[in-house]
């Protein structure tokens, strides 16, 4: 609860620092803030407390995803400030919006009544409607936000109904009650299952799974870069933490016939994904549909939720840190040349070859090699999978894997074995900082992979 009000506090903070002309603070006054809000969000740590009639749970699971999204936004807000010196004038805009983006994720994953979960979705979603049109004369930015306005809105109608038509069935919108009702084993109306399928269908636009990812390609390329980068690592971790939640928080075990479901929409995530991340010549394009094969390998803690918010936790952090070391080094490369297309990265191994081993190393670990923490997320995830004998799908996870090696050595390639002739451009030194800092704790969690899955067992 704290957590909230410090964020949403900092972001107005931010707003008036515009008003008294302090444009050069805000960037390291918000950083320092998030540093203080992470502080205080650990201090939560083993504590069950619950806010304004459980509107607010805060929770082990509420707390390690809190702290995963705060340093996220640490990182993109440092990375703002280099992105964001053509329009200085609007830095406190952009970085406040962060701000409240944020404050969204964080209210998604620390719900206990589903009226905090839906203004949790809103706030988020309007922060990045407003991000992903933020260059009103690029006209691909233009659509990009358009198409996320019109798509966004029409999910968000489908969980609104979905949680009207589950309020209509238990009588209530906080969530234990709404548990406790299924437990008492009553006669639950046939809309509750209706409210259920409309609420997935609206959180699978969110994380961008097949078939409802058509958005998610022409959205990611047409976005600024680093709002590309927001959508991509900390949106959705952000989704599949709270629909994971908030189907363990309705029902303790998922039914069969919600696996079967869940099942075909991973399976055509991950293959989709990954197929037509393929043939594609540029990076953010390419990204997003690595990111719809990610969702649909994190749409696997679903076949054992009672033991697998732990390795949800550490696939999102490793995916997630992994996404901003490659979109830290992606800003440096393709900054001032207006596309992202992969021959843009041809020779970076000579010319820049810190960015380039980042670069390399964050495609590695999203395509699971080891000793990256991407290989140590799939393999806890495969493992837990297993226990419940989904046999099948595990070797479709393999297979999809081995497929994304693919496409990610078609950009390591360009950059060690492709000649440029450009000169070698100099690269901000906190784009530089973000992207040593983001793939070291990767390979750090790599390592000590207890210290992210104890979090939560």
């Known amino acids: 609860m704290y957590t909230l009000i410090a964020i949403a506090g900092l972001g107005i903070i931010c707003l008036i620092a515009e008003i008294f002309n302090l444009r050069k603070a ?5 950083i320092l803030g998030l540093f203080g809000t992470l502080a205080l969000t650990v201090a939560d740590y083993n504590k ?5 009639n459980n509107m607010i749970i805060t929770d082990n699971y509420s707390v390690s995803f809190s702290c995963l999204f705060i340093v996220l936004t640490i990182f993109l807000v440092a990375l703002s400030g280099d992105f964001h010196k053509e329009h200085k004038a609007k830095i406190s805009d952009f970085i406040a919006i962060k701000l409240f983006l944020l404050t969204g994720a964080i209210a998604m994953i620390s719900f206990g009544n589903m009226a905090m979960f839906f203004l949790g979705i809103e706030i988020l979603s309007i922060a990045l409607y407003v991000l992903a049109a933020s260059q009103p004369k690029n006209i691909k930015s233009n659509e990009a936000g358009m198409k996320y306005f019109l798509m966004g809105a029409f999910a968000s109608g489908f ?3 979905g949680i009207a038509l589950i309020y209509g069935a238990t009588g209530s919108f906080d969530t234990h009650a709404i548990y406790g009702t299924l437990l008492e084993g009553t006669n639950v109306p046939g809309w509750f299952f209706i409210g259920i399928v409309m609420l997935s269908i609206g959180l699978l636009f969110k994380i961008a799974a097949v078939p409802f990812h058509f958005w998610a390609p022409d ?9 590309t980068a927001t959508m991509s690592t900390l949106v959705k971790v952000a989704a599949i933490a709270a629909f994971f939640k908030l189907m363990v928080s309705i029902n303790r075990t998922v039914p069969g016939s919600y696996i079967t479901v869940i099942s075909i929409v991973s399976i055509l995530s991950m293959t989709v994904g990954n197929l037509t991340a393929l043939v594609q010549t540029n990076v953010k394009r390419m990204l ?3 990111g719809i094969s990610h969702a649909g390998f994190m749409l696997m ?5 009672t033991h697998t918010a732990g390795t949800l936790l550490y696939y999102a952090t490793a995916y997630a840190l992994a996404g901003i070391a490659a979109f830290a080094v992606i800003l440096a490369v393709c900054g001032d040349k ?16 810190l960015m380039a081993a980042i670069l390399t190393c964050s495609l590695l670990s999203m395509a699971g090699i080891p000793i990256f923490s991407g290989f140590f997320g799939k393999f806890f995830l495969f493992q837990e999978v297993l226990s419940t004998n989904h046999v099948a799908i595990v070797i479709i996870a393999i297979i999809n894997s081995i497929i994304s090696v693919g496409y990610y050595f078609k950009l390591i390639l360009a950059m060690y074995t492709k000649e440029d002739t450009s000169e070698k451009q100099s690269v901000p030194v906190m784009y530089t900082i973000v992207a040593v800092l983001s793939i070291l704790l990767n390979i750090a969690i790599g390592l000590y992979p207890s210290f992210v899955l104890g979090r939560l067992g």
Do not use: H, M, R, W
């Open 26 to 30: 805000i960037i390291p006054v918000t």
């Open 48 to 52: 069950v407390q619950t806010y304004y």
């Open 159 to 161: 969980i609104l109904f």
């Open 219 to 227: 959205v990611y390329e047409g976005s600024p870069a680093l709002t």
């Open 288 to 290: 997003a549909f690595s």
């Open 301 to 305: 803690v679903f076949f054992n939720p």
């Open 338 to 353: 207006g596309n992202e297309e992969v021959y843009n990265f041809n020779g970076l191994g000579k010319k820049n070859p």
